[in-house]
C-alpha cells in the first residue's frame, strides 16, 4: 500500500488542522492505521491509531481529548483531526500502516511496514 499524507501548515495556537492520508493498492481494510510525529531533534512518537474496522482508537497521552482518528475504508482514507494546538505539537506527521495485528492498535514504529512522506505542522505561540 501506498501512503500520501496532506493538510500540514502553520497555525496559531489553540487552533485545529485536519490531516488527511490517502491509501492506495489494495485491501485497505486490512490493515491498522495509526499517526507519528516527529520533532526536530527527537525521537518519531505515536501519536494515535485506529484498528481496520474503525471501532477502535488509541492516543498518546499528550493528545488524548485534543486529538481525533478516523477512517473511511471506502474512501481508503485516514484522517487526524488537531483541535487545541499548542507549539509541541509542532513536528512532521506521517500517517503508517500495519497488516501485523490489524484488530489491535499498534504504538511502535517497528511494528508498521509503510509510511507516508510526513507533513509539516508548526503551532506558534
Known amino acids: 500500500v501506498q501512503l500520501q499524507a496532506s493538510g500540514g501548515g502553520l497555525v496559531q495556537a489553540g487552533g485545529s488542522l485536519r490531516l488527511s492520508c490517502a491509501a492506495s493498492g489494495r485491501a485497505f481494510e486490512g490493515y491498522g492505521m495509526a499517526w507519528f510525529r516527529q520533532a526536530p531533534g527527537k525521537e518519531r512518537e505515536f501519536v494515535g491509531g485506529v484498528i481496520w474496522s474503525g471501532a477502535a482508537t488509541s492516543y498518546a497521552d499528550s493528545v488524548k481529548g485534543r486529538f481525533t482518528i478516523s477512517r473511511d475504508n471506502g474512501r481508503a482514507l485516514v484522517t487526524l483531526q488537531m483541535n487545541s494546538l499548542r507549539p509541541e505539537d509542532t513536528a512532521v506527521y506521517y500517517c503508517?500502516?500495519?497488516?501485523?495485528?490489524?484488530?489491535?492498535?499498534?504504538?511502535?514504529?517497528?511494528?508498521?511496514?509503510?509510511w507516508g512522506q510526513g507533513t509539516q505542522v508548526t503551532v506558534s505561540s
Open positions: 503508517a500502516a500495519s497488516r501485523r495485528r490489524p484488530t489491535l492498535v499498534l504504538k511502535t514504529i517497528s511494528e508498521y511496514d509503510y
